[in-house]
């Protein structure tokens, strides 16, 4: 004998049919009117048949006859019916008026069962259209998008990484960018909606959840993705054990994209990878996962910058879609030299070769032969402006006579303002580039002893420069003053960041604070001021105009040079092989030098063709000029422009530099 009762069975079976959701719901209220609907019918056609006169009165029809009388099952039929108004609208109560107390009485208890039905019913429907907006919102639903750019993650260089794409997609007919985060759709699409008010033709759609998922990864679409974005959840300043914690979702991440394509998938995925021994361990899971280390890059590129100003500007609209872009391009070179390659394009200047056993040489050889399968890397202003001439567009002076000499390597004083974990390289980068007894000094607010060990460690690992710690408060003229910033040959200002930090914002604004500090410094001491260089690194670009205004040199947008490097990488895999070259000890790097180490009398007037043969015969290729006067005006693009049309003629000052790729800095 069962030892549950029927009560407990009825109810266990209608919660669990209740619990189907929606359906269910919709289902009960439907049955709910077909029973009160049968009920209140049965019981007024029964009492319709016994009193027929009490159903209704008769009126008198327009020729004064009684109307005529309705049969026995016309009767039942009607009372069914007036049930059924009854219940569905109270208001046709009125209908029996003229009946008698017991039709009244079933037409009041149809009624107010009526009303609860379809009051439940509307709930329903608005509860149940509710929960469908809530999970439109939610982002659930799946992605039905072809050759999209897929973003997987979200950090603070999601808008910088989605301003690239808006420019390099311009030319698209309908461009879309899926960005699957755990972040709350609505959080992604109201921060995006503020951020990014012009997305041009580009679409964005955000979709919400774990970007590990196999699930979540298929309602992105990610097998119909032309590339995919891995971002790292947490700022480069953040410890080592927030960045080993970043790399494992990360690498969890490319596992279930990996898992997610087909075997044969030539899908680029670009990824944000701190650790070294983490970025090995993506190499060895797949062969299309690419690799970027920010710090690494952005370490770099400050070093550069401090040997040459305006190498920032440089970097910016190299790495940046907006403006001169690097490219691979083809043709039938016939029996021609790399170096006359260069008077052969009316716009671009080629800056290495890649060959037909994917080998990519930067800077090669002027009289290095093309063979066929070759293809040239090309700096130009898109890939639609590249056009291979047969002849010469411009012809150079036949009697240039290069200056000679070299640019001297001096011992240097440097000072750094600020620890991340970039310092390290920043350090080792100097080694390699100054003049063995140079001085490197970092200013620190109260470093905590494992900095200070840090520091003692590397200035024992370096022996060609000395380095000293000076704990001071930069933030204050009076800490600033005692480093004595003015006889220092650079200053190298870094954004701290981290979470004790705050915020982008609170970083900047530190940052801005140091630099005017530094103004009004220099500004009382301009008979101690030397050629001090003065670079600076800003996390949002959106400071650039205040940043320019305090009399720096150059700056580093930290976040924005990390987005354009990712956003090109994931447009062109290849492109990353050329700025592990550019970026790298060995090989050639971008200077701006000097132009009197290639012209011997000044002032001289030389058009861009002049230039590239002058850089030529010091085995350098020239990519553009730096005019000096104009270096601190935003809108000149600080006196730097790339590649100008061959024939174009400048007027050049000592003082004035060319911008080229060459083998080192001398």
Known sequence: MSQFTWKQKLRYRFDNFMSRGGSSIFIGLVLLFLSALLIIGVVRGVVAIFDPGGAERYVKAEDGTDSPKKSMPQQVGHQFYQVFNHLSDPGTMAYDIDSSP?????????????????????????????????????????????GHTLILGWNERVIEILRELVIANESEDDPCVVILSKEDKEAMDDYIKTHLPDRQNLRIVTR?????????????????????????????????????????????????????????SDVPIVAEIYLDRNRAIVEDVSSVAVTVDTDEILAKILVQTSRSVGLSVVYGEILSFDGCEMYFHEAEWGDIAFGKLAYRFPDGIPMGVRHSDGEIVINPPIDLQMQSGDAILILAEDDSTIDYQ????????????????????????????????????????????????????????????????????????????????????????????????????????????????????????????????????????????????????????????????????????????????????????????????????EGSEIYLKPASLYFKEFPVTVNYADMIEIAQQREEICLGVKVKKYEEFLDKNFGVKLIPEKNVEYTLGPDDALVVLAEDET
């Open 208 to 264: 919400s959840g774990a970007e590990s998922s196999l699930v979540n990864l298929n309602i992105a679409s990610v097998e119909q993705s032309k590339s995919i974005i891995c971002l790292a959840s947490c700022s480069p300043s953040a410890s080592d054990h927030d960045k080993s914690g970043s790399d494992s979702i990360v690498i969890k991440t490319i596992l279930a994209a990996v898992a997610s394509l087909d075997d044969d």
């Open 390 to 585: 047969s002849t010469n567009v411009a012809e150079p002076r036949s009697d240039l006579v290069l200056a000679g000499g070299e640019k001297p390597v001096e011992v240097e004083r440097n000072l750094i303002i600020g620890w991340t974990p970039k310092v390290r390289i920043i350090l080792s980068e100097y080694a390699d580039y100054v003049k063995e007894g140079s001085q490197i000094d970092i200013m620190l607010r109260a470093p905590n002893d494992s900095v200070v060990g840090e520091i003692e460690k590397i200035n024992q690992e370096l022996e060609e420069i000395t380095i000293n710690l000076i704990e001071e408060n930069p933030l204050t003229q009076q800490g600033l003053l005692a480093a004595k910033p003015f006889e220092y040959d650079n200053i190298i200002i870094l954004s701290q960041g981290g979470e004790e930090k705050g915020n982008e914002e609170r970083t900047d604004s530190e940052t801005i604070v140091i630099l005017l500090l530094l103004r009004q410094i220099f500004d009382a001491n301009r008979e101690q001021v030397g050629n001090i260089k003065l670079i600076t690194e800003i996390l949002d670009s959106e400071n650039q105009a205040l940043v320019a205004r305090t009399g720096v040199n150059d700056f580093i947008i930290s976040n924005r040079f990390v987005s354009m490097l990712l956003a090109q990488i994931s447009e062109d895999v290849d492109i990353k092989g050329v700025y592990d070259d550019l970026f790298s000890e």
């Open 102 to 146: 017991f039709f009244k009485t079933t037409a009041v208890l149809a009624g107010m069962v009526g009303v609860v039905i379809f009051s439940a019913l509307i709930a329903f429907i608005t509860t149940a259209m509710d929960q469908k907006i809530a999970e439109l919102k939610k982002g659930h639903s799946k992605v039905v998008e072809e």
